[in-house]
């Protein structure tokens, strides 16, 4: 049924129902289908109020309880997520009808549960089977039944104590390595026997009279190489033994017969000789003289370098006593001797020692006016070149300090003046007798002076030392060495 629209013109015998209120006059309507041609009320009643279809709600419905009770949810076919609320949730189940539950770690579903502390394990008379690797710890003493077949290797270990094999009669087949301590035997006869060898070859033992000994070969050199006394000899391969000696000037003791000992050396390792004849007796001595003659008791012949002619050792001491006292003269007195042509008389002073006069290759006397020329040796001592810069107004410098217990010895000093002024080189104290050198230049140059003999310092361990004046600038270099 359509509905129309129906004109009403308001007036009197027209009512409309409304209702009262404060602000007037309010229609009473009442809601219909809204569908074309439908005008089915509807419903709504006191206690439930208008009826809503909620299928037809999209988002989210918040729904408060009005009082504190159950509310009822049919989520039938619809997952429904269920919380505790940081609380606990209780879930009931029959024996006969269990709930299934997996375990997560909030990320992942744990399937294998590890175990941690004491656990108890009862299989109720059943086997239990466990895979993998189990790792138990011991307490008390483990009793293990009788094993038919060990397929890997079991390391044994007595813990610090001791482990008893019994083989019943049987062979115990041992392989691999086994170290064993025996122990104290009662007695040697209980000892184990051991042998030596390589693998292939035993060594053996040899009774040499009373005692056993061990065979050993000697198949090359391992020590000192010796000879047997009387051996033969082959140069070129014979071995030999280098020898050796002992430096010792003061032996507390000599060796006594069939006694070895050391051979005595010189300080220079030279070898200390004992002059024997062939047949062991000691020559060299007062008692038996070297002999110079190898023909016999002939004179030596000796050539007389006066006459040409050749004299025998016995004519040179024959005349030689001719010419001389044959008392030891005293102290200061005059003993005879000879040019070789005539006799003279020789001085000997009052300490002993015979008086010479020295002379040149012409024979005229050594003087003042005639001096013997000496050069100074640097043998034994030490070379020394000492180079310094110096500049102006300087005090007390050192040059040269020599060792300790040692003097210096100046031999040349090299002046490098670059700019002119005063330097003083002196030994150790700048005071008047101990200047060495007093220069002052205008200008710039080089002097050299030498010292011909060496200069030395007047005493051991004094510093060669200079000063300069204002203005003087250069270098300085001095030559010598150092002695005692």
Known sequence: MAIESLAITPGSGANVAVDTAAEGHVQIVKLAISADGDATPITATVANGLLVDVSRVTGNVT???ATAANLKVDASGVAVPI?????SLTVDAPATTPVAVRLSTGSAFIDTIPISGTVTIQD????IDVQGT???????AWNIGTLTTITNAVPITDNAGSITVDSTGNVLTVSGTVTSNQGTPAVIGNAWPVKQTDGTLTATITNVGADNGLDVNVIGSVGPVTQADKSAFTEGSGLVLPIAGVYNDTI????????AAALRLTQKRGLHINL???AGAEVGIAAAALRIDPTGATNQPVLDTNSAAQLTALQLIDDYVATIASAVPAKGAAVAGTDGTNARLLKVNSSGNLEVALRDTSGAALSETNPIYTLPSSLNKTPVRQANSFSASQTDIAIWTPTAGKKFLISQIQIYMSAGGLIKVFDNSNAGGNVIVNLTVATAGIHIIPFYPAHPSSTVNNVLRYSTGTGAVGDLTVLGYESD
């Open 124 to 127: 109720g008379g059943n086997i």
């Open 83 to 87: 919380t505790d609320n940081a609380g």
């Open 63 to 65: 729904v408060v309880q």
């Open 276 to 278: 024997r004849n062939v």
């Open 252 to 259: 507390a003791a000599d060796p006594t017969e069939d006694q």
């Open 134 to 140: 189990v790792a138990a710890t011991q307490s008390g």
